[in-house]
């Protein structure tokens, strides 16, 4: 019998650590995205590509994903189910950002 529990709770704690590694490893990759869309914002307002109304918009839309983001983490972990949505809204948001700095439309300083 304290075998059969022994091996009971050895399959628990192994079934929370792989969950905790895979919440984090959805963590670190949404994180990363968020990182690199904030960059491309940067990069598109330094060189004019992207003008200052427009900046204000995706930067607002990437607080819009951090709220949800924030939401997702208010248990203490990111389900399949909430990072899913979470990188549906931030392809969308990647889709902006090259239809905001593809537009033709620069600040003037980049004219």
Same mark, same amino acid.
């Given at each position: 019998?304290?075998?059969?529990?022994?091996?009971a709770?050895?399959?628990?704690?192994?079934?929370?650590?792989?969950?905790?590694?895979?919440?984090?490893? &959805?963590?670190d990759?949404? $994180?990363s995205?968020?990182? %690199?869309?904030? /960059? #491309?914002?940067? =990069?598109?307002?330094?060189?004019g590509?992207?003008?200052?109304?427009?900046?204000?918009r995706?930067?607002?839309?990437?607080?819009?994903?951090?709220?949800?983001? &924030?939401?997702?983490?208010? $248990?203490?972990?990111?389900? %399949?189910?909430? /990072? #899913?949505?979470? =990188?549906?809204?931030?392809?969308?948001?990647?889709?902006?950002?090259?239809?905001?700095?593809?537009d033709?439309?620069?600040?003037?300083?980049?004219?």
């Open positions: 019998m304290k075998t059969l529990a022994l091996i709770l050895t399959l628990a704690v192994t079934a929370t650590s792989a969950s905790a590694y895979d919440d984090s490893w &959805r963590q990759r949404i $994180d995205r968020e990182a %690199r869309q904030a /960059a #491309r914002i940067r =990069e598109g307002r330094a060189s590509e992207l003008t200052r109304s427009e900046a204000h995706l930067w607002a839309e990437q607080q819009r994903i951090h709220q949800i983001e &924030r939401w997702a983490k208010r $248990d203490g972990f990111v389900s %399949r189910e909430e /990072a #899913r949505r979470i =990188e549906q809204a931030q392809d969308q948001a990647s889709r902006h950002i090259r239809q905001e700095k593809h033709g439309q620069t600040t003037w300083w980049a004219r």
